[in-house]
């Protein structure tokens, strides 16, 4: 190729530049916690601090000598992202959230079991709006099942492998729709039970985590966090999505790559590994005399 020296220096900025566009990784992904507020929950409580307000709403939560707060938390990407510890005996947090719900609600929250309910021989409630009659709560019962009751005796139950459930974080989500009479678990974005159950509409009760007001002594064990509310039953999709952004924010933070879902050892092709843009790309341009000796910050693209 014949240039002239000056358009061959606008050539190789204009190369550079592009070629500086073309490696910079991107990270499109929406993180996780515009993520849950984009899906417009009636509630979304990070529980971060000892009390704090709902990410939406006016609503706020509140937490008792029981709740500490530790990190890491879940792993969405936050870099030191803390979460509420409780100690099982008497620690539980209370919002302002009353009902809210009619015909259709979601839950979810991330959850880290310090004990297992069976060693313990009691239920670990995780969050509701609990009332005799018409039951609106998420707990683990005695035998490590979880399960989400949505009416009197009624409820859905899903059984995760007790080792993987001790001391590791995963994402619940539980859904009603008391007009198609479906119910529905997720665990860490898959659904894994559901049913054509009881559900009764209009719940209104008072929306607590870690213990129920109604069905007391319910103290949860472990660590809790990321805790959303919805008047509506979130699709598979919608579930899916929510865990994705937890994976692709802890990705694009540092995470460590098992959190994020990538093999240790896979190497990433948009990393530069010499010079100031991010590429490792040469130019080499001649003239009508031959090959033209550039300089280095002329050389790298």
Known sequence: MFVHRHGMLAAVAVFAALAGLQVLPTHAQTDFVTAVTATHPIAYYRLDNITGKSQVGTTAWKSTDGVTWAVPGAPIGIPNNHFAKFDGRSGKITTTQMGGVSTTVSIMAWVNLASLPSNE????????????????????????????????????????????????????VVTLDTTSHTREIFWDGKSVASDKGNGEAGKKNVFTIGESPVFTSRFFHGGIEEVAL????????????????????????????????????????????????????????????????????????
Do not use: C
Request: hydrophobic share 40%; no cysteine.
């Open 121 to 172: 021989s009691r239920t670990f409630y995780v969050a509701g709006e609990s009332e005799s009659g018409n039951d609106l709560d998420v707990q683990f019962e005695t035998d490590n099942a979880l399960r989400f009751f949505t009416a009197s005796g009624g409820h859905i139950s899903f059984t995760p492998p007790p080792a993987a459930l001790l001391n590791q974080w995963h994402m619940i």
């Open 230 to 301: 919805w008047n509506r039953a979130l699709k598979a999709a919608d579930v899916a999505a929510l865990y994705a952004a937890s994976k692709s924010a802890a990705s694009a933070s540092g995470a460590p790559m098992e959190d994020a879902g990538v093999s240790p050892g896979v190497a990433s092709s948009s990393t530069p590994t010499t010079g100031p843009f991010s590429t490792t790309a040469k130019v080499e341009i001649n003239d009508a005399k031959g090959p033209i000796q550039l300089k280095r910050e002329e050389q790298i693209a």
